[in-house]
């Protein structure tokens, strides 16, 4: 019935103040404000443009362009990735050659491979793109760099001479990415002046001489560094919709169970339903409160770029490499385990999980493959431990591999199911499995006489540990996160138990990690799948009020599984009355195919 809220008596369970949950859950408030622009983003996509002009304009050229991108005068594309080429940014065939003559660049596509394909807002709304291509001088390939380019006539939006320019064509199912005109563009021989190379990092005069950056040439891949920790963030919000959903109505959905005729089981009472639901409400939470640490920590990496303190900046890209890697596969993989827990009516796309799923997903390859990211992970890993014999002392989110030698000797203590509830042992556990792992890749690696050679041969093993690496993040700063001063009644124990949750799972779906680097025995691994059962337990009662910390709205998840009041069957019912398949009784088509079917003489009793 309207106005009745279905889930008042699981509301009624909660052991905490939810009004608390939702203020932890929330977090710095401009997280939300991203998220809104975000979800303008899948129309159009400013956000890298300007970030891009930002990070790699000189000052003078800020001035400039930032007023009209910001007053949207002007629609930038971030128009790097090429058909030949998307990973590989040092591949990239577009070319930008200098002409002294004329103090200018000659944009130029040289082959089919180097059409731009991908960028967002290319295809038909873009005036602008920040074009990423090779700069040439005198012959000379100074490598990729960044020119501003106009493609569109700001007047009549026409192309401009030289420029092709066209849509990509429909993505992935009929998802709202369709609304993303991803394009492609071809440039022949396009001239622009010599001040719109984005010469913040690098230059070139006018007599055509190189200045090469004084900084780390890598800054300019800086925007890419600001997505993915932006990334990190998006995936909390992706995946806290898809486990409302499906929370929310695994609590309504009854099937089976009914003795004399009592009410069926509710599927949330499923110890199979729980065992795949409270592992995801555990990891949004846990990806929230990493993605709250990342943020911080790129602002500080940005501080200490100002002051030319490189010191954090290949940690910076590891972490936000690795943990977009990680947080998206597990948000994309979730949201369709969610669609799974909804049984039938998780299909339709009246649940909103269909469209969240098709829209989400590409983020596993867009902003860095994911296994290409883990690869980044793993090179810095291993760079990491060949300095530790010089003496380097590894710190943050690697100083654990400071103590290799310890974590080698490390064996679990755990004797009882729950010693495992204790976030030190959680962390030595997690510690001592990434350090093998990766030591046992660098003695590997030690092994071939051509580093590069070992490092491909190695890589799927390799990506296993930065794996185990960006986990153990996760994990230590979900840790982190408790030792805060958090208030309200029973908050912070349901926070230690979502906490619980997040580890004892990931422990037990890669127990092999933990047994075969002989970190823990197979007692201790049954021992925490016993407390892991437990936990489900202590979880239970609270899951409704968990996801309605999330505080979304029922028009924001879009879902007649997910309403708020739990009112699922009338809702249901309406939204397929709304299929403009049902405005007739007999469909389109059926008078003049189906019906001469079906007036067929039978022939000897066969149609
Ligand atoms: C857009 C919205 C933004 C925010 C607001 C809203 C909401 C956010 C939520 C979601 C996002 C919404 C929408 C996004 C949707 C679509 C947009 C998508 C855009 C794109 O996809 S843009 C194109 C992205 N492309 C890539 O990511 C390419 C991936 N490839 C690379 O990054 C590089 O090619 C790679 C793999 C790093 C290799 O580079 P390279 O060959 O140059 O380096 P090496 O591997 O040889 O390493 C040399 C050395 O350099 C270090 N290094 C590499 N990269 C970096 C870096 N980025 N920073 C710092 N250091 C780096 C590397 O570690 C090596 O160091 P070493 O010498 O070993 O010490
Ligand atoms: C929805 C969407 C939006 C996008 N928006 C933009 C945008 O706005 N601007 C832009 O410039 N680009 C954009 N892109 C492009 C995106 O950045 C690239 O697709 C992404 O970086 C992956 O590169 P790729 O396509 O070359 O994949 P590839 O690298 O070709 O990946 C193919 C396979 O090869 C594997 N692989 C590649 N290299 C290695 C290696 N060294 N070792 C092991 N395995 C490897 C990968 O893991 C993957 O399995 C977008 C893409 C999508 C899907």
Not at 83 to 111: C, I, M
Request: glycine share 6%; hydrophobic share 40%; with cysteine.
């Amino acid at each position: 019935m309207e106005g009745v809220d279905h889930l008042a008596h699981e509301r009624n369970k909660a052991q905490f103040d939810v009004a608390v949950m939702k203020a932890v859950w929330a977090g710095s408030r401009d997280a939300y404000e991203l998220f809104h622009r975000f979800s303008r983003l899948v129309a159009n996509d400013p956000e890298m443009f300007i970030p891009a002009i930002k990070a790699q304009a000189t000052e003078e050229q800020q001035k400039q362009w930032l007023p009209l991108a910001n007053k949207m005068k002007i629609i930038g594309s971030y128009t790097q990735t090429e058909l030949g080429h998307g990973s590989n940014v040092r591949g990239l065939e577009t070319t930008a050659t200098f002409d002294p003559k004329t103090d200018e660049f000659v944009l130029n596509s040289p082959t089919l491979t180097a059409t731009k394909w991908w960028p967002g807002g290319l295809g038909k709304i873009a005036t602008h793109a920040l074009a990423h291509a090779r700069l040439i001088i005198d012959d000379k390939d100074y490598g990729v760099h960044g020119f501003l380019v106009q493609l569109r006539s700001l007047d009549d939006h026409l192309t401009l001479p030289g420029i092709t320019i066209g849509d990509i064509g429909m993505k992935y199912g009929s998802g709202a990415y369709n609304t993303m005109d991803n394009g492609s563009l071809i440039f022949d021989h396009v001239r622009i002046p010599r001040n719109q190379m984005l010469m913040r990092l690098s230059q070139v005069t006018r007599e055509g001489k190189y200045v090469p950056s004084n900084v780390p040439r890598q800054l300019s891949y800086g925007t890419m560094v600001y997505v993915r920790q932006k990334i990190v963030f998006d995936a909390s919000i992706a995946l806290s919709r898809a486990v409302c959903i499906s929370t929310r109505y695994s609590a309504v959905r009854r099937q089976f169970g009914s003795h004399n005729g009592s009410p069926e089981t509710q599927v949330i009472d499923y110890k199979t339903q729980q065992a795949r639901l409270f592992p995801l409400l555990a990891s949004a939470y846990a990806i929230r409160f990493v993605s709250e640490w990342l943020n911080s920590f790129y602002k500080d990496l940005l501080q200490r770029l100002e002051a030319k303190d490189f010191s954090t900046l290949p940690e910076a890209h590891a972490c936000t490499a690795g943990l977009k890697s990680i947080t998206t596969s597990v948000a994309a993989d979730g949201i369709e385990e969610c669609r799974k827990l909804c049984g039938g009516h998780g299909y339709l796309t009246s649940s909103g999980l269909p469209e969240l799923s098709a829209v989400y997903i590409p983020a596993c390859t867009y902003e860095g493959d994911n296994v290409v990211m883990l690869l980044q992970v793993a090179r810095y890993l291993m760079k990491t431990i060949s300095q530790l014999k010089s003496g380097n002392k590894p710190v943050g989110t690697t100083a654990y591999l400071g103590r290799a030698e310890q974590l080698m000797q490390y064996h679990s203590d755990v004797l009882r199911a729950e010693d495992w509830l204790k976030p030190n042992v959680v962390v030595e556990a997690f510690e001592a499995r990434a350090a093998r792992m990766s030591m046992a890749c660098a003695q590997n690696l030690s092994k071939f006489n051509n580093p590069e050679d070992g490092f491909q041969e190695l890589s799927a093993d390799l990506v296993e540990a930065a794996t185990a690496h960006c986990q153990l993040i996760i994990v230590s700063k979900f840790i982190e996160k408790l030792q805060q001063d958090i208030p309200g009644k029973g908050v912070k124990e349901q926070l230690g138990v979502l906490r619980s949750i997040y580890a004892l799972f990931l422990l037990h779906k890669h127990i092999g990690d933990f047994l075969s680097t002989d970190c823990i025995t197979p007692k201790q691994g049954y021992l925490a799948n016993e407390q892991l059962r437990s936990l489900y337990s202590q979880v239970r009662p609270n899951a409704i009020a968990l996801v309605d910390a999330f505080n979304y709205t029922d028009h924001f998840l879009s879902s007649v599984l997910g309403r708020y009041d739990g009112n699922v069957y009338p809702k249901l019912y309406e939204e397929a009355w709304k299929d403009p398949l049902n405005d007739t009784s007999i469909p389109d088509g059926f008078h003049e195919y189906v019906q001469p079917m079906l007036k067929q003489p039978l022939h000897h009793g066969r149609l």
